[in-house]
Every structure is written in structure tokens, then in C-alpha cells.
Nanobody, 124 residues
Framework: QVQLVESGGGLAQPGGSLRLSCTAS????????IAWFRQAPGKEREGIAC????????EYADSLNGRFIITKDNAKHTVYLEMNNLKPEDTGLYSC?????????????????WGRGTQITVSS
């Protein structure tokens, strides 16, 4: 059974950084795509970054303006989201989703499995 567990959320100050982790289980090969989504208060859920498991290809939402970086460690079955220059509008519930295909997408409908998420609050 495919499972995803997010970690690394918490409270951060504006301008600070956080690193989120998405640890996967239930599959062992690197033929997958994992994406990060966020749900900000009062806003629609937004796909923000995704990465292909067996390649170096990535995709980001334009709204990030280069502040976030998605990486992977297949040996640890983990995908990371490095979040820099955090802003109050980055506050929200961050979750990861996976599909066992190589198909970059920021659309949640493309994914089959998802985690429960980790909360990030950016505030001074």
C-alpha cells in the first residue's frame, strides 16, 4: 500500500527558511512523480512543485518566484521542499502526492495517493 508522510512544518518568521520532507513507502522503484500542494486559508488548493523520480526534471508554480526548491533522495524514498524567504502568504497546510508514472503535473487530479500534510505558519 502506497503511503506518504510529510514532516518539517512549523512556525517560521518572514524571511526565514524551512525544509519539508515527504517520505514514501509501498513502492521501491524510482519511476514516480511526487508533487507538493498547499492549502492556504481562504484560498484554493495550489500545486507548487513536482519532481520526476528517475530524472532531474522539475516543475514549479510561477507564484513561487524561485523561492522554493524541490529535490529527492531515492535511497531514502524522500522528496524535500526547501522553502526560502518565507512570507506570511506561504502559511497553509502542505501535502505531497504521488503517481507511479513519470508525468510532471501541478494538477492534483493527476495523482493517486496523498499524505495528511504538515502545517506551516509564517508570522513574526
Amino acid at each position: 500500500q502506497v503511503q506518504l508522510v510529510e514532516s518539517g512544518g512549523g512556525l517560521a518568521q518572514p524571511g526565514g527558511s524551512l525544509r519539508l520532507s515527504c517520505t514514501a513507502s509501498g513502492f521501491t522503484n524510482s519511476y514516480y512523480t511526487i508533487a507538493w500542494f498547499r492549502q492556504a486559508p481562504g484560498k484554493e488548493r495550489e500545486g507548487i512543485a513536482c519532481i520526476a523520480g528517475s530524472e532531474s526534471s522539475t516543475e514549479y508554480a510561477d507564484s513561487l518566484n524561485g523561492r522554493f526548491i524541490i529535490t529527492k533522495d531515492n535511497a531514502k524514498h524522500t522528496v524535500y521542499l526547501e522553502m526560502n524567504n518565507l512570507k506570511p502568504e506561504d502559511t497553509g497546510l502542505y501535502s505531497c502526492e504521488v503517481i507511479l508514472l513519470q508525468d510532471l503535473s501541478l494538477n492534483s487530479q493527476a495523482y493517486d495517493y496523498w499524505g495528511r500534510g504538515t502545517q506551516i505558519t509564517v508570522s513574526s
